[in-house]
């Protein structure tokens, strides 16, 4: 399994980027996903998550302002970025869970620096 995360870059404080998470495999669909982010010196935290059947569940610090997606169809999970503020600034990864006997898998992050 390879979850290839990207969209990330400069980005200036208001802007509204969409990570993109493309995953292989062909049972996508089967899989909740999520976003987590890292910034620098701190640990690695929970941005939001979607279920299998399209739930969605977000950090209370992105409320609002993010909004997780998918599109099955095309084995990609989404991050639509609005109002970024320069806290936001992080490596963002993508997560697929386990579920089953099948291991969680990471994506490669993708950074996102926003400029005030």
């Known amino acids: 399994v390879q979850l290839q995360a990207s969209g990330g870059g400069l980005v200036q404080a208001g802007g509204s980027p969409r990570l993109s998470c493309a995953a292989s495999?062909?049972?996508?669909?089967?899989?909740?996903m999520g976003w987590f982010r890292q910034a620098p010196g701190k640990e690695r935290e929970w941005v939001a998550s979607?279920?299998?059947?399209?739930?969605?569940n977000h950090a209370d610090s992105v409320k609002g302002r993010f909004a997780i997606s998918r599109d099955n169809a095309k084995s990609t999970l989404y991050l639509q970025m609005n109002s970024l503020k320069p806290e936001d600034t992080a490596v963002y990864y993508c997560?697929?869970?386990?579920?089953?006997?099948?291991?969680?898998?990471w994506g490669q992050g993708t950074l996102v620096t926003v400029s005030s």
């Open positions: 495999g062909r049972t996508f669909s089967s899989y909740d």
């Open positions: 997560r697929r869970y386990a579920l089953n006997r099948d291991r969680d898998y």
């Open positions: 979607i279920t299998s059947g399209g739930s969605t």
